[in-house]
């Protein structure tokens, strides 16, 4: 079993920069796809960037390409997303999540963390 623990969110003005880290523990990280999805309120929760066990392929959003780098450390079990030029549309809840397969739906992924806010001002 994985266990996912993400930190880092907080409030920032639009244009500033902000890194988010997933913490996991468990002997598979290493050889899970993981992922970052984020949900606003209202709204269904959406994928944001993942990437495979080696770190050699990552997939984003349309909306964060270029802004938005996803990565990863095996030997830590952490995650990361740093996310530069934010925008108040990016405010939402941060979650990240691990897949065997990946991909860019919810569904596919088996493990969540409990989320962590980001919050950009206008």
């Known amino acids: 079993q994985v266990q996912l623990v993400e930190s880092g969110g907080g409030l920032v003005q639009a244009g500033a920069s902000l890194r988010v880290s997933c913490s996991a523990s468990g002997s598979t990280f290493s050889r899970r796809v993981m992922g970052w999805f984020r949900q606003a309120p209202g709204k269904e929760r959406e994928f944001v960037a993942s990437i495979t066990w080696s770190g050699g392929n990552t997939l984003y959003a349309d909306s964060v390409k270029g802004r938005f780098t996803i990565s990863r450390d095996n030997a830590k079990n952490t995650l990361y997303l740093q996310m530069n030029s934010l925008k108040p549309e990016d405010t939402a809840v941060y979650y990240c999540?691990?897949?065997?397969?990946?991909?860019?739906?919810?569904?596919?992924?088996?493990?969540w963390g409990q989320g962590t806010q980001v919050t950009v001002s206008s």
């Open positions: 999540a691990t897949s065997l397969r990946g991909g860019r739906t919810p569904r596919g992924y088996d493990y």
